[in-house]
């Protein structure tokens, strides 16, 4: 396992080296939601009896930090490497295909992980979260960083040009971020738009995570693990098809 190790701890230094961009930056955008939304709603919304607007929407958004950031490590990585041409140097290693997939999949679930575990420190300055079931928000966190980490190795891997990772993240990774239950309970909405947001995968990370904080969400937290683990599979075993048969990484 050294060559996975290695690629591994490259990864993780290459956004560690640039930190105030990769892990501060985030933060700060985090943080700015969630000062400006509490201040206009906390005394104004209240979606969980006894839960405040503030700390109902701190889950939310260390889930959304961590989804986001965990895909840009995967998808950046890959997309700088093909732009300037120095992909060829990974696929000359003596690596298998799955061990490329494990050390870029690792690395991406840290990221996030840090990001998300900041946004929380930083949050405490606020208010307190209960923490109702921590194995709930282990597991949500470690299987949402690891399906938007393939997905990200997916987007890496079709995309050819940085407007093309940038039209991939704005026209589906922050829609469905935005639209998954982040700033409010989908029952404050209409039923059909309800049933729509059940077929947006970031709302079962989303209410599985939150859920393992205050012990109640918009749906059955085994309902959420099931989807969250059924698509983290799914993303895994295409983004291995796709590395070992070198779609778009071999000329």
Do not use: C
């Not at 961009?21 to 006894?50: C, M, N």
């Not at 987007?155 to 829609?175: H, S, T, Y």
């Not at 729509?196 to 970031?202: A, E």
């Not at 993303?235 to 098809?241: N, V």
């Amino acid at each position: 396992m050294r060559g996975v190790w290695t690629l591994f701890r490259k990864e993780i230094l290459r956004f560690w080296k640039v930190s105030f961009q990769t892990v501060a930056a985030p933060v700060i955008t985090a943080l700015l939601y969630l000062l400006i939304f509490s201040h206009v709603l906390e005394s104004h919304v209240q979606v969980y009896p006894g839960v405040s607007y503030t700390a109902f929407l701190i889950p939310g958004l260390m889930m959304m930090s961590l989804l986001q950031n965990s895909f840009a490590n995967s998808s950046s990585s890959l997309i700088q490497s093909k732009v300037m041409g120095n992909i060829v140097f990974l696929l000359l290693t003596p690596l298998a295909y799955w061990e490329i997939f494990l050390a870029f999949l690792a690395a991406a679930i840290i990221r996030g992980l840090v990001v998300g575990l900041s946004v929380w420190l930083v949050a405490l300055l606020y208010v307190d979260l209960p923490v109702a079931h921590p194995l709930l928000i282990v597991t949500f966190a470690l299987l949402g960083g690891g399906m938007l980490g393939a997905l990200g190795i997916i987007a890496g891997i079709w995309a050819e040009k940085f407007d093309q990772m940038a039209a991939f993240q704005n026209f589906i990774i922050m829609p469905l971020s935005f639209l998954s239950g982040v700033f409010y309970s989908i029952h404050s909405l209409p039923h059909f738009w309800q049933q729509v947001s059940h077929l947006n995968p970031f709302f079962y990370m989303i209410d599985g995570f939150r859920y393992g904080f205050f012990g109640t969400g918009d749906i059955d937290p085994q309902i959420s693990l099931s989807v969250v683990g059924v698509s983290f599979l799914v993303l895994s075993w295409l983004t291995l098809r796709l590395l070992k048969s070198g779609y778009k990484l071999r000329g």
